[in-house]
């Protein structure tokens, strides 16, 4: 009997209509014979709740602590869809992440999944009954509840499908499935059928939240099959596969963005070409991201400045850290950029064409917008710009890839 | 080092405000030289709230699941407080009922508790750490969720204090002890500084909600001292204690009320003497609680008329049971009453005085209250009355028997 993964995200489940709607679209996959597991998040705001009341009791809480609070929110919609389910006449039964268990780190707030007790779920499996297993959350190598970070049912739900061999793991969310562009920005961007491992990890790196980057890089080791679909209506979602599954390449598939950048330009660090090691390794320590570095030796090649992007809501630390380190790093002045934004153009087909990049180049060049900083990896160039031109950077470089929906 | 349980109900927690106020009373308890160990609640209406999601998801639930719902909010209020100790200074830690463990019966939604681990509390105690106890639930035989019922964190506590072999036990709640009768309806009536396990047991199964009666019957077999007390004050509470640590008995201790009874007269049932199994063996088989029972034979000893009380959500239930039965039963009519009320006189002195008995009846008579049941217990007497002279009994009866506060 083939195996299926459904994971239901927090909108999916927020309130009692819905709960109910995800149980008859659970009981209509295993009428069609499927073997099902199921992963749900807490039900929309929940978790938000629960995160502003620790904090409100301690601002700098015990994180064990704070699992073991924010953990209950998927135990209350696990056991709610399990009830659904049953009142549906379907066999099923709530799982939380210690009594699998599904062992992680100690990494409170942020674990990672290490191992997961499989038994007595492929016997249920194998019985028919539908296990609904509490996303986010595991038991820690203390015997304590541990949580796996923002989006981690994500990671649950592609945990899951390949210990169990699940034939594919179904995200279902309140998006339709992965686009060409944000819909919101370029009307015209297209619902991408199918999308790669890796051009799904850069989308979830570059701002396209529809999954947590941590969950499509198991997916892709594991070689899980993930659909991303929308649990509002029934069309086909997008499908995450390995490389091979896609027969014609797009050399771009989308474009990404991201608003949540600050950029900081350190100038006058000397020793140029020990520059970035300078000002890296205070941040570094600080344990502050990183993320687009430019670096610009100065004429003589005795000073340099860096220009380098940080998570906009880690800006305040960073200049204080720099500002700390100020007499290390030994640096003339700084500047800081708050209103930037990053765009992306992503494609597995870029390896191997050339003037990808030139072409992006030209498109924001032609509108007249500025680029702070680049970066690029395998499948993928960003650009730092004026958070202003954001839209209208997606829109140009949507239309200068062909991605429009007429163009196809 | 003296060790104490301290156990915080859900007005106690209610909010951020409060958590903090508890976590200075257990900090202040603490700089004592106390070894203490905490038990809370739910924060006020979670629990509630919990149970009416369970009801909307599906009216006839899976009682392992509303479990897993139900136990989830002392599983916040434990963690939340251990967060709140922490800020303080104190070495404290939140422990989930399957963590410690607190094993039970599996009987979901009212599990009793079997076995208490106390190993790991031990060690934490001993270097002067605070377990924070998710009061109410426990786990089950097979590896779930249970809870123990209504009330049931006092058990929790109670049941900890014995197994920890406590010095004391005290419950903080939103009244500063256990009174001679309710302070809403008799103004005059007294804070008791003592009271015995026995009377606790009948006040409790008699209307006056301090205290689960199961958590009494808990301390007095386990002879733990309980001490009822306000978290919004200093004052000493009500101790509840051994007989033999009360030395000047009160013949009456206190007056007791309760609104949540319906009567029910089933009339002409045939083999009079044989009536009361007739008519109470249907319920007993539809877990119906029956309470005070009254039997009247017919002249003739032919047939009998037998009225007796049930808590009154459970009218509806038993009148359709009944009606069920009627030809088994046999009897020719049935009548019932939604507005009556059980009023209790307590007081183990009544075991070694007479005309205890006669004086309420008097003083009822008095009024011109009608008696419709009686039921009396060793510490007890309990007569039904009509609904609406409820606070004109309690209040003639704690003149009566001399209880009010001029009186003493």
Redesign the interface.
């Known amino acids: 009997m083939a195996r299926l993964v459904m994971k239901f995200g927090g909108t999916s489940v927020a309130d ?1 209509a819905r ?2 709607a995800v149980a008859e679209r659970v009981a209509a996959t295993v009428a069609q014979g499927q073997a099902v597991a199921v992963v749900v998040s807490a039900m929309a705001r929940v978790t938000n709740e ?1 995160v502003a ?2 904090r ?3 601002p ?3 994180a ?3 699992d ?2 924010a ?2 929110g998927e ?2 919609s ?3 869809l ?3 389910l ?2 549906l006449g379907i066999s099923a ?2 799982w ?1 992440g ?2 699998i268990p599904i062992r992680t780190s100690g990494a409170h707030g942020s674990a990672r999944i290490q191992r997961i007790d499989t038994r007595e779920l492929e016997t249920r499996l194998a019985r028919g009954e539908v296990p609904v297993v509490a996303g986010f959350q595991g038991l820690g190598p203390r ?3 541990t949580t796996l970070g923002r989006g981690g049912s994500d990671t649950t739900a592609v945990a899951l499908a390949a210990v169990l061999g699940a034939e594919r793991c179904d995200i279902y969310t309140d998006v339709d499935g992965v686009y060409t562009a944000d819909p919101r920005i370029v009307p015209g961007a297209r619902k991408l059928d199918k999308v790669t491992f890796e051009e799904m990890m850069e989308l979830a790196s570059s701002g396209a939240k529809v999954l947590q980057i941590r969950s499509v890089e198991l997916a892709m080791n594991y070689r899980v099959r993930v659909q991303v679909l929308s649990s509002f209506g029934d069309a086909p979602g997008t499908l995450i596969v390995d490389e091979g599954e896609i027969v014609e390449k797009q050399v771009v598939s989308g474009i990404a963005s991201s608003r949540e950048e600050a950029r900081i330009t350190v100038l006058g660090v000397p020793e140029g070409v020990r520059a970035a090691a300078r000002v890296f390794g205070p941040l570094a320590d600080a344990n502050i991201n990183v993320d687009m570095i430019a670096l610009t030796l100065g004429p003589d090649g005795r000073s340099a400045s860096v220009t380098f992007t940080v998570p906009r809501n880690e800006l305040a630390l960073t200049l204080h850290t720099l500002e700390g380190a100020r007499r290390a790093i030994g640096f003339e002045a700084m500047e800081h950029d708050a209103s930037v934004a990053k765009i992306s153009v992503i494609g597995v087909g870029m390896r191997s064409h050339a003037g990808v990049a030139s072409r992006m180049f030209k498109a924001l060049a032609q509108k007249g917008i500025a680029v702070a900083a680049v970066s690029t990896s395998e499948v993928k160039i960003s650009a730092l710009i004026p958070e202003a031109y954001l839209e209208l950077a997606v829109r140009s470089l949507h239309t200068a890839y062909g991605l429009d929906a007429a163009a196809t």
Chains 1, 2 share one sequence.
Do not use: F, K, N, P
């Open positions: 009692v709960i109910h629960l009341l620790t409100s009791v301690a700098l809480h015990d064990r602590e704070y073991a609070v953990a209950t135990q209350v696990a056991a709610l399990a009830m659904a049953q009142s039964r709530s939380l210690w009594q015997g304590r509840i």
